[in-house]
């Protein structure tokens, strides 16, 4: 039975249909599973998500596109239910033994503002397109791709205006704090 009519009588929850998926799919799912959770898991773990999957299939089955195939949703859902049990095994950060430092006294909150201050001049001071290139990216966390084609240049010589950029920024900012 190749897939499609395989997602047609899954579609029509035959019961059949689902253990001849599983049959199939179970090394399939198993692998996307275990590729997303890269070794952070057990064996147990990854049987559990393989029927959590199937399990999926099963009570999803009439939304099914016999056209797509089954690859791809398994798939899909396979990888989501991978990325759901990595969230939930998150260790919770551990509270500090000791009380957190207090807030900043009036003179570091003056050295952080020069600080500030003598670093936005030097980006200033940068020409364009290195400016924008270094804003968008570092202050507001653009892609690197995206930026690069909307300045018209390569992602390579993005890469490397920022790196010339940097250096350009740490020779300004050593200079001004040296008296």
């Known amino acids: 039975m190749d897939e499609r009519a395989l997602a047609q009588k899954l579609k029509r929850h035959s019961r059949s249909a689902l253990d001849r998926a599983i049959q199939r799919y179970t090394p399939y799912v198993s692998a996307v599973i275990l590729r997303a959770l890269a070794g952070r898991a057990c064996r147990e773990d990854v049987e559990e998500l393989c029927a959590d999957v199937f399990t999926a ?3 999803h089955a009439g939304e099914l596109d016999p056209e797509q195939g089954l690859r791809p949703w398994l798939a899909a859902v396979a990888r989501n239910k991978a990325t759901d049990w990595l969230r939930r095994q998150r260790p919770a950060s551990p509270l500090p033994e000791e009380a957190p430092d207090p807030a900043p006294g009036p003179e570091e909150q003056a050295q952080r503002r020069e600080r500030s ?4 001049a ?3 001071g940068l020409g364009e397109p290195d400016r924008t290139l ?3 990216y570092y202050y507001e966390g653009d892609k690197l791709k995206t930026i690069a084609a909307e300045l018209g240049l390569s992602q390579t010589a993005a890469k490397q205006r920022l790196f010339r950029g940097r250096k350009a920024l740490r020779a300004a900012l050593e200079g001004a704090e040296t008296p």
């Open 134 to 136: 270094f804003v968008r």
């Open 122 to 124: 030097a980006v200033d």
């Open 57 to 59: 299939l099963w009570f």
């Open 117 to 120: 201050r003598r670093l936005w």
